[in-house]
């Protein structure tokens, strides 16, 4: 019989590389403030991956992950944080909430990966979340937000890659932009994968974003009362390619298409 996989395993082996927001963004924050982070909120948790890797740095690290959908907190919950070691899983914590509502709770470091945010396509909900993750930061505390741009990730396009899945074989991942609206700065985008036996997971994941620019993005953090912003830009190569190392940045020439973090210090 056929073992189901669930399309959450899918979309993090594809998507994500949670050790490396964990093993290099703390460096910024320590930087911006002089401090280590400890209390981490990952919002838009989705699976929670982050999180749960946040936990294992030292005894000290907590974290909490924020989303709204029920099914993919209980896999966060009974897939990722369980296979964590009990002392781990007691120091990470997932909840259902919008993330548009500050919490009592307080932390150093509060991080929207993969561009959840662009879901928000107006500024006043845009600028609702930025307050409310401003309410919920300690004093020096840093918010991170992931940010993708450039021709690159606008154009219809479509991105094929083949990842290695335990226990099942090798899965195609397809990674489509459809037309870019210039008028209402709004795309659609979706993640197939097709599975090792032939079968097609069409529209696994299907987002409507609003591109929102690093300007517009520090307007906004400014307005919810950030005193500064940092922009981490990715350092090219020699061959003008990505070298994988950001720096802060105030002024670049265009890439193709970036990602790149834009950081409120609070
Ligand atoms: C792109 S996915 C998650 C990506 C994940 N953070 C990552 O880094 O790959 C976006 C997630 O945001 C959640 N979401 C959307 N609006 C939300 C809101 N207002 N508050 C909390 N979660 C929300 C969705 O349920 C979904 O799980």
Redesign the pocket.
Do not use: M
């Given at each position: 019989m056929k073992t189901p996989i669930s399309k959450f395993k899918l979309?993090?082996l594809s998507?994500?590389s949670p050790n490396w927001q964990v093993d290099y963004l703390p460096q910024f924050h320590q930087w911006l403030t002089g401090k280590d982070p400890l209390h981490f909120r990952?919002?838009?948790?989705?699976?929670g991956?982050?999180a749960c890797e946040w936990v294992k740095r030292s005894k000290k690290h907590k974290a909490v992950g924020?989303?709204?959908?029920r099914e993919?907190l209980a896999y966060a919950n009974d897939v990722n944080r369980a296979e964590l070691k009990r002392d781990q899983q007691s120091r990470v914590q997932f909840l259902r909430?919008?993330?548009?509502k500050a919490m009592p709770a307080k932390f150093d470091m509060i991080g929207?990966?993969?561009?959840?945010y662009f879901?928000?396509h107006e500024r006043k909900e845009l600028l609702r979340?930025a307050r409310a993750a401003f309410k919920s930061l300690k004093s020096k505390g840093t918010f991170f937000l992931?940010v993708a741009g450039g021709p690159g990730f606008i154009e219809p396009h479509r991105e094929v890659k083949t990842i290695s899945v335990p226990q099942l074989g090798k899965v195609t991942q397809v990674w489509e932009q459809h037309q870019f609206d210039p008028i209402t700065s709004v795309n659609d985008y979706s993640i197939h994968f097709k599975l090792p036996d032939g079968e097609w997971l069409n529209d696994a994941?299907t987002?409507h974003w609003r591109v929102w620019s690093i300007r517009e993005l520090r307007e906004i953090l400014k307005d919810a009362g950030f005193k500064e912003s940092v922009v981490l830009w990715e350092r090219p190569d020699e061959e003008g390619e990505g070298s994988g190392e950001y720096l802060p940045t105030e002024n670049s020439e265009l890439s193709h298409s970036y990602i790149a973090y834009v950081v409120g210090v609070k």
């Open positions: 979309y993090e998507v994500q990952e919002d838009f948790c989705g699976s991956r982050i924020i989303d709204l959908d993919v909430q919008d993330v548009k929207a990966f993969n561009f959840s879901g928000f979340y992931e994941f987002y």
